[in-house]
């Protein structure tokens, strides 16, 4: 099971930037894709960003597409979201999320079997 502590965080104004992190430990068989969910007060969970193994796969929500960049550094176990040009709509509790896979090209991450705790993002206008 790998734990996941997220980072990062906060308020802003519409049109600022924040960056989020994700810390893993624990053990995993094999590789793990990663991500970010995010839920709004009263909405479902939703994808946001994911990630594969290799770093090399990528995919966004269409609502993030060219905003928001995932990036992981395997060296140092973490994930980062960079969120650019945000909005009020992207006020949400963000969670980091993994999922073990065998495939490292693989950016599926589907249902995670790894949650972080949550870190709030407010956006205002």
């Known amino acids: 099971q790998v734990q996941l502590v997220e980072s990062g965080g906060g308020s802003v104004q519409a049109g600022g930037s924040l960056r989020l992190s994700c810390a893993a430990s624990?053990?995993?068989?094999?590789?793990?894709?990663m991500g970010w969910f995010r839920q709004a007060s009263g909405k479902e969970r939703s994808f946001v960003a994911a990630?594969?193994?290799?770093?090399?796969?990528?995919d966004y929500a269409d609502s993030v597409k060219g905003r928001f960049t995932i990036t992981r550094d395997n060296a140092r176990n973490t994930v980062a979201l960079q969120m650019n040009s945000l909005k009020p709509e992207d006020t949400a509790v963000y969670y980091c999320?993994?999922?073990?896979?065998?495939?490292?090209?693989?950016?599926?991450?589907?249902?995670?079997?790894?949650w972080g705790q949550g870190t709030q993002v407010t956006v205002s206008s």
């Open positions: 999320a993994g999922r073990q896979t065998i495939f490292s090209q693989s950016a599926v991450l589907g249902d995670p079997d790894s």
């Open positions: 990630v594969s193994w290799s770093g090399s796969t990528t």
């Open positions: 624990g053990r995993s068989s094999g590789n793990v894709v």
